[in-house]
């Protein structure tokens, strides 16, 4: 199913913040470890899929930039519908996670709606830096 144009908007905002939230916790992970090659991989991710949200064209991304961006997200969601299972979650809390993993299927289904005849290699403006 198709989000709607609200729906979209209500997505980027929770990607937008799921973004700097995981911007501000990389600068603080060791990138050679585990947690922040995980990280990393989830930061160019959600910098893909704003774009995509935003209109940018699919055509700027590769075949493989968007299977490593659909990889982390399948994670993402895969952690965040495991933590709405959690005792004791606050009703701020469902709410933030039931947001969070609506933004992240907007996402996934924004990536897996681009075609894939994209660019063999380019320079990625997503490449996360930290």
Request: glycine share 6%.
């Amino acid at each position: 199913m198709k989000a709607s144009p609200e729906e979209r908007r209500e997505s980027m905002r929770a990607l937008e913040s799921l973004l700097a939230k995981s911007e501000k916790a990389a600068g603080k992970l060791p990138p050679a470890g585990w947690s922040g090659r995980m990280l990393a991989a989830n930061v160019r991710a959600l910098r893909l899929a704003g774009a995509l949200m935003r209109g940018e064209r699919a055509a700027a991304f590769t075949a493989d930039d968007l299977a490593e961006a659909l990889a982390a997200i399948d994670d993402m969601v895969a952690r965040t519908a495991r933590a709405q299972e959690l005792p004791g979650l606050g009703a701020s809390s469902r709410t933030l996670l039931k947001r969070r993993l609506a933004a992240l299927r907007t996402a996934r289904e924004m990536i897996e709606d681009k075609p894939s005849h994209l660019k063999e290699h380019h320079e990625n403006p997503f490449e996360a830096r930290v």
